[in-house]
């Protein structure tokens, strides 16, 4: 009934789901999370990994449990609160030029918790071995807009998670040299979906004539869904080297981890007429079906300094460097019906995230902190999508640390997020298109609780 060329372009939609089941790892700088600390998170992450008491460094430095003093447990969870609204002014309109109703979508973000745990233990002889073991969430994210709003067949929920299980080991040469390395099991969730303009698809593949059947662009509205899963394995490795006895430099390096998503579930909901038309049964096509995809997370190193100045000031300072660009140069999907495997190019660059910060101790039991950081996006405006409408931030740092006494520590930290107003100019797979800018604001707050035994 239809020429293969015709079948060409009703498939085409899977440009568009696939996109979506790959925005997860995609976009993964706006995913990357470092809010693992309170104690850092209130310095801007500077010294994160050279900074003395900071039971984090289990997961992002193991070499660094020497600055760790004996057997602890820490605890840490933070709230990020995340506003993504798109502003008056938008442009969407369909392929025939008309507007798209529907509003602005609301807020986007939320405000999400994000735990972590650590436990550490010393043996060996003078205790210049390490043990520890952690619970983090490195990525995870999470847009939903209104159902129907204008942008909905670029993206309705993107929800994101990766939580990681680590176990890390160090030795320590001497007082001045140690060297560490962690492995790490990480769970990965995602569940994606967008509506599609099935109206948009049967007017294309008929070349019009379905208008006569009341089905052109915006006619009859579907809604997609995509979910997958999986487990994968990555490692940590670390060197700290106190080049005075108050004076920290640690390196590290964790590696990329690559998943290999073979169960993935696609759901579509079809309306019933466009079903009729396009035969999509019969030709295997908008139907629920399983997919795979290979996802990467990027490699990244960290170079971090802490020097005290003396008994009340400490000065520190944080380098990391992410790894994007080879991992998200494409991204092959293949799905299990007979909607074509795609391609997809991304062009995402490498990013840098700098910080210095400082720590004041105001008496035995109260420590002030504080700090600047800038955090670089990936994306640009070529490549930002309404699921993460990320732009390069600005962060402004608090936080307070409190010991009752010699086993107790609690801590609290806050950042702000100074942020420009990120645009976007894009086209779904169904040639609507949607143009605007987006109002993006951020806030972080963060507490913890270290016992030490």
């Not at 608090?398 to 645009?423: A, D, I, M, R, V």
């Amino acid at each position: 009934m239809h020429t293969a060329s015709k079948i060409a372009r009703i498939t085409a939609l899977a440009v568009g789901i696939a996109g979506a089941l790959a925005w997860g790892q995609a976009d993964a700088a706006a995913f990357q999370l470092k809010e693992n600390s309170a104690k850092g998170l209130g310095r801007a992450f500077a010294g994160s990994t050279s900074a003395w008491g900071d039971a984090s460094v289990v997961a992002t430095n193991p070499a660094s449990m020497r600055l760790l003093d004996g057997r602890q447990f820490q605890a840490d969870v933070s709230a990020i609160s995340f506003s993504a609204k798109l502003q008056d002014g938008y442009s969407a309109k369909y392929p025939t030029g008309a507007p798209i109703g529907g509003g602005n979508g609301g807020d986007a973000g939320m405000i999400a918790p994000v735990p972590a745990s650590y436990f550490h233990l010393p043996f060996g002889e003078n205790d210049n071995m390490h043990f520890g073991m952690s619970l983090t969430a490195p990525f995870g994210f999470k847009t939903e807009y209104d159902r129907t709003w204008a942008g909905r067949y670029h993206g309705v929920k993107t929800d994101l998670k990766a939580v990681d299980l680590s176990a890390a080991f160090s030795y320590d040469v001497n007082p001045y040299v140690s060297f560490g390395v962690g492995v790490f099991v990480e769970h990965l969730t995602i569940e994606l979906s967008n509506a599609v303009d099935f109206g948009a698809i049967a007017y294309s593949a008929t070349n019009g004539a379905s208008a006569g059947l009341g089905l052109y662009p915006g006619s009859a509205d579907g809604f997609a869904t995509i979910e997958g899963k999986n487990n994968a394995w990555g490692y940590v490795l670390g060197a700290t080297f106190s080049v005075t006895e108050d004076t920290n430099i640690a390196l590290s390096y964790r590696s990329k981890v690559e998943h290999e998503i073979n169960d993935g579930k696609a759901t579509f909901d079809v309306p019933s007429n466009v079903a009729t038309v396009l035969q999509t049964q019969a030709r295997g096509i908008f139907i629920n079906t399983g997919g795979k995809a290979e996802l990467t997370l990027p490699a990244s190193a960290i170079l971090s300094v802490t020097h005290r100045v003396n008994d009340r000031w400490t000065v520190m300072g944080d380098l990391s460097r992410t790894a994007w660009a080879p991992s998200f140069d494409q991204v092959v999907v293949d799905f299990a019906s007979n909607q074509p495997d795609n391609v997809l190019v991304f062009g995402y660059d490498d990013t840098t995230f700098a910080s210095i910060g400082a720590e004041y101790k105001l008496s035995d039991t109260i420590t002030l902190r504080g700090g600047v950081a800038y955090d670089q996006t990936p994306t640009t405006d070529e490549h930002r999508d309404v699921r993460v409408p990320d732009v390069s931030r600005r962060w402004l740092s608090f936080g307070l640390g409190w010991t009752p006494s010699e086993k107790t520590e609690f801590n609290f930290g806050y950042t702000h997020l100074f942020t420009n107003q990120p645009s976007i100019d894009i086209t779904s797979a169904t040639r609507s298109t949607l143009k605007g800018s987006y109002e993006v604001r951020g806030d972080v707050l963060g507490a913890s609780i270290n016992y030490k035994f």
